[in-house]
């Protein structure tokens, strides 16, 4: 059997629970394990960016917990939660990921710093990085002067610079043109083979969906279909 | 890092940065200049006391003070003024017979002070002479003549050369009268002190009111202010029966011209610190809000809560930093400048004047208060800085980025 690295049990947020209830996510059960490539499908407003959040321990769910290799991070607090997503969880969004401030090399390199991990380890890393995503020329580039994709692609590689354990990136591409699109799946799934670098990703890009190797339907707040397993479907009682 | 990003943040939005600064140096020069200026017309205003006024020391009578009657004169008044002249620490000293009496024309009459004055040491203790703003001052051959201020001429619609009657009590309580003629019209920036003082010759009054070459009050110039409490002390011991005041005694309304001055400080600094920690709070708190989503980034980056309220807490600082010296030599700058040319109030000088105050201010401030207003400017602006830091740290990572 594979390792597990998620395991999300019974997952629900629900928002406005005084007034009408609205189910973000609806008894959700989840199992990821390292070395994954996964896709997260669905329609605007069927809860793929809840999801994500609830397994990336940015919301709490309402109902439920999510276990990152054993650990229960429901039940962790303030910053101990924001230590453990920095040590674990490496994070893609869909724009605006990068401090604005920083160049290249110093987004890539910023959580490494954060983590307190030597100097030598972080320049190496960091430069293995740039070349992998190509981007050796932009090392000193502040983001306003790099193009989208190349953005992203920056984020891509902060996020995987520390090695977390896996890394969550909310609709990647959606800013994205189609040929930087491409190019960044590329990148994505080059360091998922190279790094063994598990990758679940939401996005309603049918070219993106393609590249998975599982691909997760959802529909208002509930897994509908998923290609790991034969029947995902849960009834609501 | 947290200096590199917060260093680089500052650039990010120049006018906030520029607000922020000119808050801070604007704050801390009007602090500054708000003192120096209060300073100045303190100074003004205890220097004309002096210099035009009170002089540093008065003896008295024991009793003259509390009953202003010509009874409690000086004993051996001749003698005391030579032995108080050839103090080495003394300046000037000039006696006086100080009466209280009535002024009257045939338009009227005014009750007033009749300041019996020893005309040339007078000049030299009081510039009587330079109050003048028209006719002569006293001739040393001729006697009863009088100097009245503007006030009191406009009052009793007198004018140069007429005659007006002085009556006041003697030493034995009779009433004695004498008509003097006016030889000048003086004003002073006194107003209340106009309406109730004439100028004769102290020759002129002293026989009439029974104390024949005597006086009632003795008025000492010292050389330098710094040795009022020593001259004080030693001439108590010369003269022990005798009440000996000093400018700070004398004019209690001084002291309390410097405790409003105090306060006023004190108003307008909280004034100014408050517009400070406004400006600071509300442009800190926007740059804050603009930069939701970014925060929420970095929390979710895994920065914590601890490293995020000091970075926005240093990017504050950072600004207040590069206000303080801007701040400091825009206050020193105006401070030394209207210090060597003066503040010239004249436009608002009928408000000022009838408060005793000249027309002219000129700022000082010591290094000590210097201190305190900087202490003050940089204190408020920290804590002002600590709302918009707190403010970061209650956003939600889910939250902010959706924003
Ligand atoms: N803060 C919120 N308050 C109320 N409803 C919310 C909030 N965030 C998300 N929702 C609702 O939850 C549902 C799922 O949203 P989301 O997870 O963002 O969907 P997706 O990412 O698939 O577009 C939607 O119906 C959305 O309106
Ligand atoms: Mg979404």
Not at chain 1, 5 to 32: G, M, R
Not at chain 2, 15 to 30: E, F, M
Not at chain 2, 98 to 113: D, N, P, W
Not at chain 2, 149 to 163: A, D, F, G, Q, T
Request: proline share 3%; net charge neutral.
């Amino acid at each position: 059997m594979k390792e597990t690295v998620i395991d999300a049990h019974n997952l629900s947020k629900i928002y406005d629970e005084k007034t009408i209830p609205v189910y973000a996510l609806n008894k959700v059960h989840l199992h990821i394990s390292r070395g994954e490539f996964t896709a997260i499908k669905g329609p605007s407003g069927s809860g793929k960016t809840t999801l994500l959040n609830m397994i990336g321990g940015l919301d709490e769910p309402s109902e439920g917990f999510v276990e990152i290799n054993g650990t229960n991070i429901t039940e962790l607090k303030g910053n101990e939660l924001i230590d453990f997503r920095l040590n674990n969880i490496g994070f893609v969004f869909q724009s605006y990921n990068l401090i604005p401030v920083l160049t290249a090399k110093e987004n890539i390199e910023f959580i490494m710093l954060l983590q307190k991990r030597p100097k030598e380890e972080t320049d190496q890393r960091v430069l293995e990085l740039l070349k992998q995503i190509g981007l050796e020329d932009k090392i000193d580039k502040r983001p306003q002067e790099l193009s989208g994709g190349q953005q992203q692609r920056v984020a891509v590689a902060r996020a995987l610079a520390p090695k977390p354990q896996f890394i969550l990136a909310d609709e990647p591409t959606a800013n994205l043109d189609s040929v930087s699109a491409e190019n960044l799946l590329d990148i994505m799934l080059k360091l998922n083979q190279e790094e063994n670098m598990t990758f679940i990703f939401s996005t309603h890009d049918q070219r993106v969906i393609n590249r998975a190797r599982r691909v997760i339907t959802m529909e208002d707040g509930k897994i509908v279909e998923d290609t790991a397993e034969t029947v995902i479907i849960h009834k609501p009682k | 890092m947290l200096i590199k990003i917060a260093g680089r943040n500052l650039w990010r939005n120049k006018k906030r940065s520029v607000i922020i600064i000119s808050a801070v140096s604007i704050g801390l020069w009007a602090g500054t200049f708000l003192t120096a200026f209060y300073n100045g017309m303190i100074e003004q205003r205890i220097n004309t006391a002096i210099g035009k006024e009170v002089s540093h020391l008065q003896l008295h009578h024991p009793k003259f003070r509390s009953d202003y009657d010509i009874q409690y004169y000086l004993p051996d008044s001749q003698k005391m003024l030579q032995t108080i002249e050839s103090d080495s620490l003394v300046k000037i000293a000039a006696g006086r017979v100080m009466l209280k009496g009535m002024i009257a024309s045939a338009a009227g009459s005014s009750g007033i002070t009749i300041n019996g004055v020893q005309a040339e040491k007078e000049n030299s203790l009081t510039k009587l002479q330079s109050k003048i703003i028209k006719g002569s001052y006293f001739d040393a051959e001729k006697s009863n003549e009088i100097i009245i201020s503007e006030k009191i001429r406009k009052k009793l619609k007198l004018e140069i050369n007429k005659k007006a009657i002085l009556t006041f009590q003697d030493k034995e309580g009779n009433l004695a009268a004498e008509a003097f003629r006016i030889i000048a019209i003086y004003k002073t920036i006194n107003a209340p002190y106009d309406e109730s003082n004439v100028f004769v010759k102290n020759t002129a009054v002293d026989s009439l009111a029974g104390i024949p070459n005597g006086f009632n009050e003795i008025a000492v110039l010292l050389k330098s202010n710094a040795t009022l409490d020593e001259s004080l002390a030693q001439l108590q011991q010369k003269f022990p029966n005798t009440e000996i005041k000093s400018w700070k005694e004398i004019t209690p309304e001084l002291g309390l011209t410097v405790s409003v001055a105090d306060q006023m400080t004190l108003i307008f600094m909280g004034i100014i610190l408050a517009a400070l920690a406004f400006g600071i709070v509300n442009t800190m708190m926007m740059a804050v809000l603009e930069r939701t989503r970014e925060i929420g980034m970095l929390l979710a980056l895994g920065m914590n809560k601890f490293k995020i309220f000091i970075m926005i807490l240093l990017e504050t600082f950072f600004l207040i930093l590069a206000g303080c010296p801007i701040g400091i030599i825009l206050a020193l700058l105006t401070v030394a400048i209207t210090n060597k040319t003066g503040l010239d109030l004249s436009s608002y000088t009928e408000t000022y004047s009838s408060f005793g105050y000249d027309s002219v201010i000129y700022p000082s401030l010591t290094w000590n208060q210097l201190q305190t207003v900087l202490l003050l400017v940089i204190l408020t602006a920290f804590i002002s800085a600590l709302f918009p830091a707190k403010r970061a740290l209650q956003l939600n990572p889910a939250e902010s980025l959706k924003k």
